[in-house]
């Protein structure tokens, strides 16, 4: 699992030293919002240039209308794509601050972890395996980045990628509902994902409209069944 997209500039970072306990909890980091001032700056401005221009007021007025127009018809989608996307040079990995789930698999006298931080770990043999009593529909995992930041793609390898044996063995998701919490206005972004049951194929995810962001939830609603 890997995330792209662009940081803020003037970005701060979402979590320090003082609240990282209650920030790297389910419903920690993503519900907060940074606000940086930049909507009481950008009225004062407005205010100062009507005062030196009224003639220039209708225009004004005019621009910021179709302006609003234009906000109102960005797209927001999240959806499956199926190739590598040929401008993912021009995007930054997205860093991974934690991950926490709803429920993790224990197996018992194995020394295998798997947390939900095994799905961010780097290490396409480790992955998070929830434990709930079935397929696990419903379960879910929240993934919380350093920064607030504007998600453009999300790369997944879904299953257990161990070892091939593994790999056809257990079941992998089919279908995945992903939320995403924009962090200036709080508003909740979600949208279901198909995936193809390939084999061994990254699978890739576009995001598109949906504001600077530290928060995304990954919540399993169907799967395919393993041999």
């Known amino acids: 699992f890997k995330v792209y997209g662009k940081k803020q500039e003037t970005g701060t970072l979402m979590h320090d030293e003082a609240n990282i306990s ?6 920690g980091a ?3 919002s940074e606000g940086d001032g930049s909507s009481d700056s950008a009225s004062s401005t407005e205010d100062t240039e009507d005062e030196d221009s009224s ?6 007025s005019t621009d910021d209308e179709s302006t609003d127009d234009e906000e109102e018809s960005t797209q927001k989608d999240i959806s499956y794509i199926s190739s590598k996307p040929k401008d993912l040079g021009s995007y930054d990995t997205l860093d991974v ?25 780097g290490d396409e043999e480790t992955s998070w395996q929830e434990g709930a009593a079935g397929y696990g529909i419903g379960e879910y995992v929240d993934i919380y980045l350093y920064e607030s930041c504007e998600i453009s793609y999300i790369k997944f390898k879904l299953g257990n990628w161990r070892n091939s044996k593994y790999y056809y063995a257990n079941a992998k998701p089919k ?10 206005t709080g508003e909740e972004n979600s949208q279901s994902v198909k995936f193809p049951n ?3 194929k990254a699978d890739w995810v576009k995001v598109e409209g949906l504001g600077y962001t530290s928060h995304v939830r990954l919540t399993i609603e169907s799967v395919y069944k393993g041999n």
Request: hydrophobic residues 25%; charged residues 35%; aromatic residues 8%.
């Open 22 to 27: 209650s920030e790297t909890s389910p419903n």
């Open 30 to 32: 993503g519900s907060d």
């Open 55 to 60: 003639d220039d007021s209708d225009d004004e």
């Open 97 to 121: 601050y934690s991950a926490t789930s709803s429920s993790e698999l224990v197996q018992e006298g194995k020394d295998i972890n798997n947390s939900a931080y095994m799905l961010v770990d």
């Open 175 to 184: 279908k995945l509902k992903i939320t995403v919490w924009d962090d200036d």
């Open 198 to 200: 390939s084999d061994y």
